[in-house]
């Protein structure tokens, strides 16, 4: 994609292209001349109540989840799902957490792999049932999280697990599947995937994935019945469009071999298979590539004194010629 000025854009979330999808875009205008542009109203009102569980429905069998619940963000998923927790539990939280579910002071000054460690020796003395919150993805550091250790944490206890996997649903797994159906299933992990829907997916939403028990109490919530729920037309679009994302994840897998054919072994950068994400420590490129009309992330986060991340970020609508400019830049320097 390019900007207004002629760059050649690198960054962003919009992983799929979606957003710059000119026949989803047709799916959306049918979408808001059937049901507006908005609706203010509570989902207890049961207005276009097939909709709204055809793409839940959608959702959950693309995740392999017992079911699913969308709200307007992934933020707001995430506050209804702490909303309806045992908060007599101990709540338990790995560094990176998104903060839709960390308390605004919780310390991020320890690596997932020793937090994980000191986790397992605290349950092993003390054997509480315990809810554990993480991201599947850091998405600066680029770093996917395993969480077949939770087996060894269910032997002790119960655990309520809830991931934020806002970075790899509709983008990781088969078929965009996500991290719900990789975490460990045992009778005594109960497992709960929230995410935003603006990223891979390309709609301004969220979605809670989860057991049925889960999602049937989230759904009697205050949160729930007091929020106005997504805009329906890009509900519609999406259920329009399943061939787009199946398309467009074809065409990332594509640019992601294409530019690790001409770049992997003369750059050095932090990514995983199949993620669009490539971070780098040479802070300079962004400057470097700049000059050559290239745009790529760099920001610092999540404040102007904090740690700088770089990264190269690839998507669907990047052509091959697109993916060649970067690796050519990228090694002019």
């Known amino acids: 994609r390019k900007t207004e000025d002629k760059n050649l854009f690198f960054k962003g979330t919009d992983y799929l292209g979606i957003t ?9 205008i049918e979408g808001l001349s059937k049901y507006g542009s908005s609706f203010g109203g509570s989902r207890l009102s049961g207005s276009f109540a097939d909709l709204y569980f055809a793409a839940e429905k959608r959702l959950s069998v693309t995740a392999k989840a017992e079911a699913a619940l969308t709200f307007t963000s992934g933020t707001l998923s995430g506050m209804a799902v702490l909303n309806i ?21 919780h310390s991020k000054n320890i690596s997932f792999d020793l937090w994980q460690t000191k986790l397992i020796e605290k349950v092993k003395k003390e054997k509480k049932p315990l809810i554990i919150l993480s991201n599947s993805v850091n998405p600066l550091l680029v770093n996917k999280y395993n969480f077949d250790w939770i087996n060894q944490l269910a032997e002790q206890t119960s655990v309520t697990l809830i991931i ?4 790899g649903f509709g983008v990781l797994g088969k078929e965009g599947a996500g991290i719900y159906n990789e975490l460990p299933d045992k009778e005594n992990i109960e497992r ?10 390309g709609l301004p939403g969220g979605i809670v994935l989860a057991s049925e028990k889960i999602i049937n109490k989230l759904k009697t919530s205050s949160l729930f019945g007091g929020a106005s729920p997504m805009v329906p037309a890009y509900l519609h679009a999406f259920l329009k469009s399943e061939h787009i994302y199946t398309q467009n994840r074809k065409i990332l897998k594509n640019n992601i071999d294409l530019f690790l054919r001409n770049i992997q ?8 298979n199949d993620f669009p994400v490539f971070s780098t420590q040479n802070h300079k490129l962004y400057n470097i590539l700049l000059k050559q009309n290239i745009e790529i992330s760099a920001f610092n986060y999540p404040s102007p004194d904090a740690d700088r991340y770089t990264r190269i970020v690839l998507n669907a609508t990047h052509s091959e010629k697109d993916i060649l400019k970067l690796c050519k830049a990228m090694l002019r320097n």
């Open 20 to 28: 710059q999808n000119e026949e989803f875009r047709n799916y959306l």
């Open 85 to 105: 927790l045992d908060k007599d539990k101990e709540f338990i939280y790995a560094p990176d957490v998104h903060p839709a579910l960390s308390p605004p002071k």
């Open 164 to 167: 934020d996997d806002s970075h």
């Open 192 to 201: 709960i995937v929230i995410s935003s829907l603006g990223k891979a997916w």
């Open 265 to 272: 072994d003369k750059f050095q950068f932090s990514y995983f």
